[in-house]
C-alpha cells in the first residue's frame, strides 16, 4: 500500500493488478496470457506467469491447443507458441461480422488513402523498400516509426480485403497477395 499525506493508503498500480489476478480463476488467468505468446514459451514460464502450477497451465494449454489456438512447439519440456493463422481469422471474421460491404469499403477507401499519403511521404512503394535513413540518422527513429505505421496500415487493408471477399463470397485468396489497385477494385 502507498500511503498517502493525509494518513489515506491508496492500493500501487502492482498491488491493483495483483489483486485483479487473484479474483481470477486458473483458466482466465493462462487465458489473458494466450494472446501474448508470439514466441514460443515453456509451460513452466507461463505458469509462472499467470500463477498457477505447472500441470494447471499445462491443462490449459493443451486446451487452447486443441481449439488450434496455440501451437505446441516442443515437447519436455513443452512449449507454446500462438497460432498467427487463429489469429489473422479471428481478425477478419470480427470486421466481417462487425461492419457491413458499405462500411468495409469505407474503411478500405479511407486505409488506402493512409496508405498513399504515407508512400508521398516516405517516397516508396512499400514500407519494406522505404530507406528509414532517407531523412537522416537523427531522425531515423521517427522514419522506422512511420515505416512501422505504414506496414500496420498495409496489414489492416489485407485484413478489410479478405472480409470483404468473404462477404462479397468471391472467394479467399492469401491474405496481401493483392496489389493496392487490386485492393481498391475491390471495394468497388
Known amino acids: 500500500m502507498v500511503e498517502k499525506s493525509h494518513g489515506e493508503s491508496v492500493s500501487s498500480p502492482v498491488e491493483d493488478y495483483r489483486a485483479k489476478m487473484e479474483n481470477r480463476s486458473a483458466l482466465e488467468r493462462v487465458s489473458m496470457l494466450v494472446p501474448n505468446l508470439t514466441e514460443e514459451t515453456p509451460v513452466a514460464e507461463i505458469a509462472d506467469d499467470a500463477d498457477v ?24 519440456p513443452d512449449v507454446f ?7 489473422d481469422w479471428l481478425r477478419i471474421d470480427s470486421l466481417r461480422q462487425e461492419q457491413s460491404v458499405d462500411e468495409l469499403q469505407e474503411t478500405l477507401s479511407e486505409l488506402a488513402a493512409e496508405d498513399e ?31 512501422r505505421r505504414w506496414q500496420s496500415v498495409r496489414d489492416r487493408m489485407d485484413d478489410v480485403v ?16 493483392e496489389t493496392s489497385e ?5 471495394s468497388e
Open 53 to 76: 502450477s505447472k500441470e494447471t497451465a499445462r491443462k490449459y494449454l493443451h486446451h487452447f491447443e486443441n481449439w488450434n489456438v496455440l501451437v505446441r512447439t516442443g515437447t519436455n
Open 81 to 87: 507458441v500462438r497460432n498467427e493463422s487463429y489469429f
Open 117 to 147: 499519403r504515407f508512400a508521398e511521404e516516405l517516397g516508396a512503394d512499400s514500407p519494406a523498400s522505404a530507406s528509414m535513413l532517407e531523412e537522416g540518422y537523427e531522425n531515423a527513429g521517427e522514419s522506422a516509426e512511420k515505416v
Open 162 to 177: 479478405a472480409a470483404l471477399r468473404d462477404k462479397l463470397d468471391l472467394g479467399s485468396s492469401a491474405p496481401g497477395s
Open 182 to 186: 487490386e485492393r481498391l477494385r475491390i
